[in-house]
């Protein structure tokens, strides 16, 4: 069955880099669009990242522009969140999530990861 | 951008029941449209995607429709495992973007 499971989150003072990664198993990783969908206490859910298959093809959110990069590696079915510069406002849970037939919806999600910025 | 609207931001509802939860775009999304259920401490599960193709294994209790810029989701005799907020996203152009999320509660 397919299954998405992040790692990576923490406690990170601000300024400073945090990496996620995302395991996928039970589905053709290579043949599917990524996504990253974070949710920040007492809010709703935020699009954060796109990556399609080949990882040529690449959407953020303004907010992450210039400090978060969306990658990944499909010869270990991984996607990865590399994130600089992080703000308080980036505190959140983050979810990676399977793209939907190319459609840009989301059909499978991971439990997420919890990232805090604080000092 | 593309800003989603969506009301109620509550509604107390009964076992039973049918909930209706409206999300509106800022502009012409035609059919580019989903509904996710959202429970504390899980992961979002998407219930209705290009405004009314159900997901498999979602009871067939929810609906969708609507197209440009008016949609609706629709809960029919609303059961126990219901009760979660709801939130739509619209899939027309990045970025993509959510509604502000529905909370069904129980009366």
């Known amino acids: 069955q397919v299954k998405l499971v992040e790692s990576g989150g923490g406690v990170v003072q601000p ?3 945090l990496r996620l990664s995302c395991a996928a198993s039970g589905f053709m990783f ?3 669009g990524m996504h990253w969908v974070r949710q920040a206490p007492g809010k709703g859910l935020e699009w954060v990242a796109t990556v399609w298959s080949d990882g040529t093809n690449i959407h953020y959110v ?3 522009k210039g400090r978060f990069t969306v990658s990944r590696d ?5 996607l990865y969140l590399q994130m600089n510069s992080l703000r308080a406002e980036d505190t959140a849970v983050y979810y990676c999530a399977r793209d939907l037939d190319g459609g840009h919806y989301f059909d ?3 439990r997420g990861a919890l990232v805090t910025v604080s000092s | 951008d593309i800003q989603m609207t969506q009301s109620p931001s509550s509604v107390s509802a009964s076992v039973g029941d049918r ?5 509106r775009a800022s502009q012409d999304i035609t059919t580019w449209l989903a509904w996710y259920q959202h429970k504390p401490g899980k992961a979002p599960k998407v219930l209705i995607y290009a405004t009314s193709s159900l ?3 979602v009871p067939s209790r929810f ?3 609507g197209s440009g810029t008016h949609f609706t989701l629709t809960i029919n005799n609303l059961q126990p495992e219901d009760f979660a907020i709801y939130y739509c996203q619209q899939a027309n152009s990045f970025p993509l973007t959510f509604g502000g999320g529905t909370k069904v509660e129980m009366k």
């Open chain 2, 63 to 65: 609906s969708g429709s």
């Open chain 1, 30 to 32: 290579r043949i599917y």
């Open chain 2, 19 to 23: 909930v209706t939860i409206t999300c």
């Open chain 2, 55 to 57: 997901q498999t294994g």
């Open chain 1, 108 to 110: 499978y999600w991971g």
């Open chain 1, 15 to 17: 300024g400073k880099s």
């Open chain 1, 74 to 78: 499909n010869s270990e079915n991984t």
């Open chain 1, 62 to 64: 303004d907010s992450v």
